[in-house]
């Protein structure tokens, strides 16, 4: 069992920055790929961005304003969001996958809007 606590998230303006954290309750290996996702209303949750053992991969719609990292001596994953946009408005949920299992954090609001 993993449980993940956020951080970060709340209103900004178009252009403006944010960054989420998340830690992990235990241990995870670097190989774990750790992540982000993100829900808007009415909509189904999206893969915002992963990494894996060094090696990340982001969502088309958010190259080059995200930049995702983790501290795996910290067990946890950080999100910086740049140049945001009101389409970026979502719950945006931490995620980790040890052994194949998916687990999620609580979500935090990201609200984009001026």
């Known amino acids: 069992q993993v449980q993940l606590v956020e951080s970060g998230g709340g209103l900004v303006q178009p252009g403006g920055s944010l960054r989420l954290s998340c830690a992990a309750s235990?241990?995870?290996?670097?190989?774990?790929?750790m992540g982000w996702y993100r829900q808007a209303p009415g909509k189904e949750r999206e893969l915002v961005a992963t990494?894996?053992?060094?090696?990340?991969n982001y969502a088309d719609s958010v190259k080059g304003r995200f930049t995702i990292s983790r501290d795996n001596a910290k067990n946890s994953v950080a999100l910086q969001m740049n140049s945001l946009k009101p389409e970026d408005t979502a719950v945006y949920y931490c995620?980790?996958?040890?052994?194949?299992?998916?687990?999620w954090g609580q979500g935090t609001q990201v609200t984009v809007s001026s």
């Open positions: 990494i894996s053992g060094g090696s990340a």
């Open positions: 995620n980790v996958q040890p052994w194949g299992i998916h687990y």
């Open positions: 235990r241990s995870l290996s670097s190989m774990t790929p």
